[in-house]
C-alpha cells in the first residue's frame, strides 16, 4: 500500500493513498522511543490505533526490567489518548525463546534470540492474536521497510534491523506496520519530542530482546552445570582449562584461562562431546566457506545463485554464493563465521530471506 504525502497537511503526516485511514491497527509497544513514534505516527495518519505491551519472561536474580517499560507504555498511550492492552505473554517466552537459547549454548552453537523472538513472539502470536481480536494490522517499531510484499532495509543503515527480520512469510508482511523505518534515529528522537512523549530522551534498550542487559555466562551457568575441560591451540598443545566449552563462543576472546603470556588466543573450534576447545590467532578465524540450513524466502527464490550476505547484525553485506545443498562460498575472508548465527541474503536494500549457519 503506498505510502504519499498530503502538502495541504502538516509535513509529518502522512496518509495512505491520500485518505485518513480509519482501520484499527495493534501496536506493539514496549515502553521505548521507537515503538512510542510509531504508534504517534499512526494515529496522526488516521488509524485506530490499540497499544500492546507484551509481557516477557523475566530470569530469577534478574533487576526486573519491564514493568518500568510498561509504566513508560502507559504514559506514552495517556499522552496520544490511546488504550493500552497488557498480553501476558511469559510462560510463551519461556517456552519459545528462552529454552530454544539454553539448548542452543548446551549443543555447542550460538544462537540468536532476538530473530527468535520475533518469528515466535511479534510476528507470531502477537500477530495471531491482535488479527484475531480484529486488527486490520500490527506494527512494531523496528526499523525496517515493506513495499508490495517485500521487505526492506530502512532509512537509517546504522539502525536497520532486518537482520533479525528475515523469518517474516507474505502472511505478516501484507499486515504488517514499520512506521519508523522511513526515519533516522535523530528524526524519531525529534519527533518524539514534538509529540510530547515522555520517551523522547529515554536510552536505546540493550542486551537481549526480551530479557535486557544480561551476563550470559552467568545465566547459562544456572541452567547448564559446569565441566572444566581444556583448552589448546591447533596444534594440540595444551594451553589452559575452561569451566564448559558450551559457555563460548567462536571468535571469543576474554575469558579464557590461558597463562602463557603468548596470544592474543579466540575460540576457533569446540568439541562439545569431549568438552574440548581449540584457540588461535586473528588469521585462523578466517573462512570463506559455510553452509546454510532452514533456509526461509520472504519472496519467491532467486533465479541467480550470487547474493548478498550477512553474517551477523551490523556488519556490512558481503557478496557469496549460494548453492542448492546450501553451501556458501564467500568472495572475501569472513571473520569468525558462527554456527548457529543467522545467515541473511540481500539484494541491494531488499531482503530476500535467511538461514541458520551449520
Not at 105 to 122: A, F, S
Not at 246 to 268: D, M, S
Not at 304 to 322: D, E, F, H, W
Amino acid at each position: 500500500m503506498k505510502t504519499v504525502y498530503v502538502a495541504t497537511r502538516n509535513k509529518n503526516q502522512r496518509f495512505l493513498n491520500g485518505q485518513v485511514s480509519s482501520k484499527t491497527v495493534y501496536v506493539a509497544m514496549s515502553g521505548g522511543v521507537d515503538s512510542s513514534v510509531a504508534a504517534a505516527l499512526l494515529k496522526k495518519q488516521g488509524f485506530n490505533v490499540v497499544g500492546v505491551f507484551m509481557k516477557p519472561w523475566q530470569p530469577k536474580g534478574i533487576k526486573c526490567l519491564w514493568q518500568k517499560d510498561r509504566e513508560d507504555a502507559m504514559r506514552v498511550a495517556a499522552v496520544l489518548n490511546i488504550p493500552l492492552l497488557t498480553w501476558d505473554f511469559s510462560k510463551e517466552y519461556e517456552r519459545t525463546v528462552t529454552r530454544y537459547m539454553i539448548e542452543s549454548y548446551r549443543k555447542g552453537i550460538t544462537p540468536n534470540p532476538d530473530v527468535m523472538c520475533n518469528k515466535e513472539i511479534k510476528f507470531g502470536l502477537f500477530f495471531k492474536k491482535a488479527t484475531q481480536a480484529g486488527a486490520s494490522f500490527i506494527a512494531t517499531g523496528h526499523y525496517a521497510r515493506t513495499k508490495n510484499g517485500k521487505l526492506y532495509t530502512a532509512k537509517d543503515t546504522n539502525k536497520d534491523q532486518t537482520y533479525f527480520l528475515w523469518t517474516l512469510t507474505q502472511k505478516e508482511l501484507k499486515k504488517t506496520l514499520f512506521p519508523v523505518g522511513d526515519y533516522t534515529k535523530p528524526e524519531i528522537r525529534k519527533l518524539a519530542k514534538k509529540f510530547r512523549l515522555p520517551t523522547f530522551d529515554k536510552k536505546d534498550s540493550q542486551g537481549i530482546c526480551f530479557i535486557g542487559p544480561l551476563d550470559m555466562k552467568s545465566f547459562l551457568k544456572t541452567h547448564i552445570k559446569s565441566k572444566t575441560g581444556k583448552i589448546f591451540d591447533l596444534n594440540g598443545r595444551k594451553l589452559g582449562t575452561h569451566d564448559g566449552a558450551c559457555y563460548y563462543t567462536i571468535g571469543q576472546r576474554h575469558g579464557l584461562n590461558i597463562t602463557l603470556g603468548e596470544g592474543p588466543y579466540y575460540v576457533i573450534e569446540k568439541d562439545i562431546k569431549k568438552n574440548k576447545i581449540y584457540v588461535g590467532g586473528e588469521k585462523d578465524l578466517q573462512s570463506r566457506a559455510a553452509r546454510v540450513i532452514d533456509i526461509q524466502w520472504v519472496n519467491e527464490k532467486p533465479t541467480s545463485n550470487k547474493i548478498g550476505i550477512k553474517i551477523r547484525y551490523r556488519t556490512p553485506v558481503q557478496m557469496a554464493t549460494l548453492n542448492k545443498k546450501g553451501e556458501l562460498r564467500f568472495s572475501k575472508f569472513q571473520r569468525a563465521i558462527t554456527p548457529g548465527q543467522s545467515a541473511v541474503f540481500y539484494k541491494s536494500s531488499q531482503v530476500l530471506g535467511g538461514g541458520i549457519i551449520a
